[in-house]
């Protein structure tokens, strides 16, 4: 899988409006999945500020690839096969 940082990835600036305490799998692929499609389809523009709550959390890695990270669909949207990366 290609590293992700900002000079391989397009990443819009926006204002800081959410804290969020804890950086795992599911507030990543979920949570903030949910807050960046409000960010595409709506007027919402935020994006997230996590604290890591225990000392063997994940934001050094994040914070490595300049917060970027995967998600990888895979389910059934309106009847459709969706696998999407």
């Known amino acids: 899988m290609k590293a992700l ?31 960046s499609n409000m960010n595409e389809k709506t007027d919402f523009n935020s994006s997230v500020v996590v604290v890591q709550p225990i ?17 990888n669909l895979q389910g059934l949207n309106n009847g459709e096969v969706v696998n999407s990366f």
Do not use: S
Not at 10 to 34: H, S, T, Y
Not at 55 to 71: F, P, R, S, T, W
């Open 5 to 35: 940082n900002n000079k391989t990835a397009v990443k819009a600036v926006r204002p800081e409006r959410i804290i969020q305490f804890g950086e795992g799998n599911f507030l990543r692929a979920f949570v903030d999945w949910i807050i």
């Open 55 to 71: 000392d063997k959390g994940m934001v050094d890695a994040l914070n490595a690839q300049d917060c970027l990270y995967h998600v």
